[in-house]
């Protein structure tokens, strides 16, 4: 099938663009993520692909790595999980966020994600586990159990995880949990 499409970026109209490949305009479903980082119309791209075909529809799918193409396709395999929800996975958090919140287990990173519910999430994490962020390491911020703790204690709270992970910055490494806590939520304060 097609596996990849290079030409000239035609039209950019989130998250679908046209791709001129030899006079041939491919319309392409990308995840915002790929769709941010697109050079700008009249430019050259290349997209890796998904095709699916349906009783009604073809669409094509499009990615700016093989890790998000990759995952899409293990997305795709969750029973209820159809190719509009695993683009908005995509578009929700990168490739390498959703590996640490399956490795973690952390269906507070899913739910935030639009179309995506507590059941779902569950069913992600289950499905997930093993396949996608098994080989990821955890970041150096999330490297002992103790601070991975506490940055899931964070996100719960409902802390960004940027925020989180530079509040964990500045604990020191051997600190509990519950004193982790408190010191980054003193910092997250000021």
């Given at each position: 099938m097609i596996g990849k499409l290079t030409g000239i970026l035609a039209e950019r109209n989130p998250p679908q663009v046209v791709v001129d490949c030899n006079g041939v305009g491919y319309e392409v479903d990308v995840p915002m993520s790929t769709f941010y980082n697109l050079p700008g119309a009249g430019e050259r791209v290349s997209l890796l692909t998904h095709f699916v075909v349906r009783?009604?529809?073809?669409?094509?799918?499009?990615?700016?790595?093989a890790e998000e193409r990759a995952a899409f396709r293990l997305l795709i395999k969750i029973s209820g999980v159809g190719p509009r929800t695993a683009l908005g996975v995509l578009s929700g958090m990168s490739v390498g966020e959703l590996s640490q919140a399956i490795t973690l287990q952390e269906a507070g990173r899913l739910?935030?994600?639009?179309?995506?519910?507590?059941?779902?999430a569950e069913r992600l994490l289950l499905e997930l586990k093993g396949k996608l962020g098994a080989d990821i390491a955890l970041p150096a911020h999330a490297a002992t159990d103790a601070q991975a703790d506490i940055l899931q204690a964070l996100v719960a709270l409902g802390y960004s995880d940027k925020e989180a992970a530079a509040s964990l910055k500045a604990l020191p490494k051997d600190v509990a949990v519950g004193e982790g806590i408190k010191l980054a939520l003193r910092a997250l304060a000021k």
């Open positions: 009783e009604d529809a073809q669409i094509l799918y499009g990615f700016g790595t739910v935030k994600i639009p179309g995506i519910g507590k059941k779902t």
